[in-house]
């Protein structure tokens, strides 16, 4: 398996293709982040660096239809960021913070995602 440099990575899908569906995400993180304080990483190009990049680092290292595990899912970085990239992956998130559990489950709800399990 080849994996993209950063750079292409970035041209590519943080502001290609998947631009509009990143941009949703970031909106539900700035509304949630109100009332559950999930990152204190808030202005745009920050979220788009240090959140989505460093999330989507990883898009080409799983097989296809891959399960994947995430312990302490948090805000759900990488998870929800790489279930945008790759809608083939299958994910699995544990977080024992009840107020990000919710706020997994309202991304996954708002995006219509199958294939994500959290467990709280």
């Not at 993209?4 to 943080?14: G, S, T």
């Not at 808030?42 to 680092?57: N, Q, R, T």
């Not at 790489?82 to 699995?92: G, V």
């Not at 706020?103 to 199958?114: P, T």
């Amino acid at each position: 398996m080849e994996i993209r440099n950063i750079e292409q990575l970035y041209q590519d899908e943080i502001l290609g293709e998947k631009r509009d569906l990143l941009e949703k995400f970031r909106l539900l993180l700035l509304e949630y982040n109100q009332k559950y304080n999930l990152t204190a990483i808030l202005e745009e190009k920050d979220v788009y660096y240090k959140h989505f990049l460093d999330s989507a680092a990883g898009v080409d290292l799983f097989e296809e239809r891959a399960k994947v595990a995430e312990i302490g899912s948090g805000a759900g970085f990488p998870s929800m960021v790489l279930k945008i990239l790759r809608p083939d992956l299958e994910f699995s998130l544990f977080e024992s913070v009840g107020k990000k559990c919710e706020f997994l489950r309202a991304v996954v709800d708002n995006f219509g995602f199958s294939g994500v399990h959290i467990y709280n």
